[in-house]
């Protein structure tokens, strides 16, 4: 069983509807959570990062981080077709040394 | 600035033949990355140097050996290439002074051993 799991879709959604992208993971020691959104060949580059429980806020962007179930989501309002790319989810443990582990991607399309 | 750059951005291997993947960053960061991306399985970190002078083995260092030449370039070399090692390649960089510092990603090489 991987350590991160995520649903690698694909998923497509009408230009201006709520995405919702989730990851689970197994591991309880993972502290740090982050998403990266990587467009189609190029290199991922971050979106949101999160620490612990709760949820944080960017633009049309929430993290959100449930550790009691294990479980982290991004929610996109007012998806834009520009929002088109494959979301990684990525987590570590402060014992790690800087490894992070990643869910193997969501592919999003927002049609227009 | 040009950020994380990566060459060659295609290879074509036979197996058993090596090749060195290049990677520079302007960013002044201390710590580089190489990892490798494969369908189905996400970025799995191949190996790190957390500063210069410095390399360690990430999840999947075998067939792989890393060189960190200085603070700029970290390179990436496969002695005898094998088709399990068809991939496509990403150098990361950061800061590195804490385990939550933003990594920034090259454009990726991607990488083919018939």
């Known amino acids: 069983q991987k350590e991160v799991e995520q649903d690698p879709g694909p998923l497509s959604v009408p230009e201006g509807a709520i995405v919702s992208l989730n990851c689970t993971y197994s591991?309880?020691?993972?502290?740090?959570f982050m998403w990266y959104r990587q467009y189609s060949r190029k290199g991922p580059e971050l979106l949101m990062y999160t620490y612990s429980s709760g949820n944080k806020e960017d633009g049309r962007f929430t993290a959100q981080v449930d550790k009691s179930s294990k479980y982290i989501s991004l929610f996109i309002r007012d998806s834009q077709p520009s929002d088109s790319a494959t979301y990684l989810c990525?987590?570590?443990?402060?014992?790690?040394?800087?490894?992070?582990?990643f869910g193997s991607g969501t592919q999003l399309t927002v049609l227009p | 600035n040009a950020g994380v750059t990566q060459t060659p951005k295609f290879q074509v291997l036979k197996t058993g033949q090596s090749m060195t993947l290049q990677c520079a960053q302007d960013m002044n960061h201390n710590s580089m990355y190489w990892y490798r991306q494969d369908p189905g399985m996400g970025l799995r970190l191949i190996y790190y140097s957390a500063s210069e002078g410095t390399t360690d083995k990430g999840e999947v260092p075998n067939g792989y050996n890393v060189s960190r030449l200085n603070k700029r370039e970290f390179s990436l070399r496969l002695e005898s290439a094998a088709p399990s090692q068809t991939s496509v390649y990403f150098c990361a960089s950061s800061d590195g002074g804490t385990l939550t510092d933003t990594q920034y990603f090259g454009p990726g090489t991607r990488l083919t051993v018939l």
């Open positions: 990525a987590m570590s443990d402060p014992g790690s040394a800087r490894q992070l582990t």
């Open positions: 591991n309880s020691a993972f502290q740090y």
